[in-house]
Nanobody, 116 residues
Framework: VRLVESGGGLVQAGGSLRLSCAAS???????????WAWYRQAPGQQRELVAS???????NYADSVKGRFTVSRDSRRKSVYLEMNNLKPEDTAIYYC????????WGQGTQVTVSS
């Protein structure tokens, strides 16, 4: 399974981005039951959990992004998404997806840079 993140970029504070994560090589019976998550790693910081989407549809968010970020999935496309609104400079990081148990090798991530 290969995780490929995309959709990052440079935006001004207050802007929006939609990140995508395609899980190539995964079969539906593995993708669907998994609890998926988005993580981010800022320079000099440890990777942190940003948002998760349980297989049953329950979502959880870090306090820092609650109300601004929305995680979703498309089982047909075997993809996970992160809608990010009202972006802040402190959201600047490389964003990664994986399962909550980090089942798969990490992808290359997608860089999000928010200017003030």
């Amino acid at each position: 399974v290969r995780l490929v993140e995309s959709g990052g970029g440079l935006v001004q504070a207050g802007g929006s981005l939609r990140l995508s994560c395609a899980a190539s090589g995964i079969i539906t019976s593995v993708f669907n039951p998994a609890d998926w998550a988005w993580y981010r790693q800022a320079p000099g910081q440890q990777r942190e959990l940003v948002a998760s989407l349980m297989s049953r549809g329950i979502t959880n968010y870090a306090d820092s992004v609650k109300g601004r970020f929305t995680v979703s999935r498309d089982s047909r496309r075997k993809s996970v998404y992160l809608e990010m609104n009202n972006l802040k400079p402190e959201d600047t990081a490389i964003y990664y997806c994986n399962t909550l148990s980090n089942t798969f090798d990490w992808g290359q991530g997608t860089q999000v840079t928010v200017s003030s």
